[in-house]
């Protein structure tokens, strides 16, 4: 039967879309969902990525640094503090996340200054020791020169402080030990520098009880006010403030920073300007509070009001005004042989009774 024109365009149209799906299903496979080879992917796309409003991204994690530190915790630089962490996880187990057991902690605050004792002589003393603990690294060092059996609350509270700082830097020591002697020396240390030590010593003591299994790295704070404010407390020269040349007053000494015993030895006492002869002697000691007798020099103009100068090391404290020297009394004496020194009363013979025995 002749097939019209029309029924040839039909067919051939039939043919073409056969044609077609043909080769959409069963040419090289790139196209079809089933196999993901090739580039040639069926994506639907959506508005354009420009015509979006922005988002901000969500919050990242915290930063790791290369131990393992969270950065967005405390910052290093908090005044007084330094860069702590807590202990690593066990050998063999995976590392957490960060979390409150890996992260930056404040670390307590360690020694102020003293000042420095001059240490006149090669004993030790607490005050000295004190000092070399100003150093975190030289923990180990100072607690070898601490002797074990003293009784002295200043030296207890050193060595428990001593073995503290090895125990909160994770290299030995004992929290056992420095728990007792914090709670047994409450109230017992009377010296500017073992008070500081004590309040220390009770800083790492809560840094323990808040992170038993964190370290620090102390460091020491040179910036911070000393721990003594060592000066002239009074001169004691009688209720009117004045004295005679070779009267006897008092002069204390409050917040010294050195041993007190090398006072006498090295250091010295001036009045008026004037450096008086022989050594400072101690009159009385409590705790960090020393009193000295000083004996009024000879000044030669009176009235005059004078400062007191305590001289010890490369240190020098003064108090200004402390009293005035007034003129020595004059004592008559009757006429003696020549040479008599004046204010000494000679004696001639006794008198004898007329009416004889």
């Known amino acids: 039967m002749p097939i019209s024109f029309g029924m040839r365009i039909s067919g051939l149209l039939v043919a073409g879309a056969v044609?077609?799906?043909?080769?959409?299903?069963?040419?090289d496979g790139s196209g079809t969902p089933d196999r993901g080879g090739g580039d040639a992917r069926i994506v639907t796309v959506g508005p354009s990525q420009s015509d979006r409003p922005f988002a901000a991204p969500a919050s990242p994690t915290p930063r790791q640094s290369p131990a393992g530190e969270a950065s967005a915790a405390v910052p290093?630089?908090?005044?007084?503090?330094t860069r702590t962490t807590a202990a690593p996880p066990p050998a063999g187990t995976t590392s957490p996340t960060p979390t409150s057991v890996n992260r930056l902690l404040v670390s307590p605050n360690w020694l102020p200054p003293g000042p420095v004792s001059p240490n006149a002589d090669p004993v030790p003393d607490p005050s000295s020791v004190y000092d070399r603990l100003r150093d975190p690294h030289r923990c180990r060092a100072a607690l070898d020169v601490i002797p074990t059996a003293s009784a002295d609350p200043e030296w207890r509270v050193l060595r428990a402080l001593a073995t503290a700082c090895?125990?909160?830097q994770g290299r030995s020591g004992g929290w056992d030990t420095a728990r007792k002697e914090h709670a047994d020396l409450a109230g017992k240390v009377g010296t500017c520098k073992g008070r500081a030590a004590y309040a220390?010593?009770?800083?790492?003591?809560?840094?323990?009880?808040?992170?038993p299994a964190g370290t620090a790295r102390l460091t020491a704070s040179?910036?911070?006010a000393p721990a003594c404010a060592y000066r002239i407390g009074g001169v004691d020269s009688g209720g009117d403030h004045t004295a005679q040349?070779?009267?006897t007053v008092a002069v204390e000494l409050r917040d010294t920073y050195f041993d007190q015993a090398e006072l006498p030895r090295f250091g010295?006492?001036?009045?008026?300007?004037?450096?008086?002869?022989?050594?400072?002697?101690?009159?009385?000691?409590?705790?960090?509070?020393l009193v000295l007798s000083v004996v009024v020099p000879s000044l030669g103009r009176y009235p005059r009001t004078v400062d007191v100068?305590?001289?010890?090391?490369?240190?020098e404290v003064r108090l200004k005004d402390a009293f005035t020297v007034t003129a020595p009394a004059v004592v008559p004496s009757p006429s003696g042989p020549s040479g008599t020194p004046q204010g000494v009363l000679t004696l001639g013979p006794l008198p004898v009774d007329p009416s004889g025995p």
């Open 19 to 27: 044609a077609v799906a043909f080769a959409a299903y069963t040419g």
């Open 76 to 81: 290093p630089s908090t005044a007084g503090h």
């Open 166 to 168: 090895l125990a909160v």
């Open 200 to 211: 220390v010593l009770g800083g790492l003591l809560d840094f323990h009880r808040r992170h």
């Open 222 to 224: 040179p910036g911070t």
């Open 245 to 247: 040349p070779g009267d």
């Open 268 to 289: 010295s006492v001036s009045i008026g300007g004037q450096r008086l002869a022989g050594p400072p002697v101690p009159r009385s000691r409590s705790g960090d509070t």
């Open 309 to 315: 100068t305590v001289r010890y090391g490369g240190t």
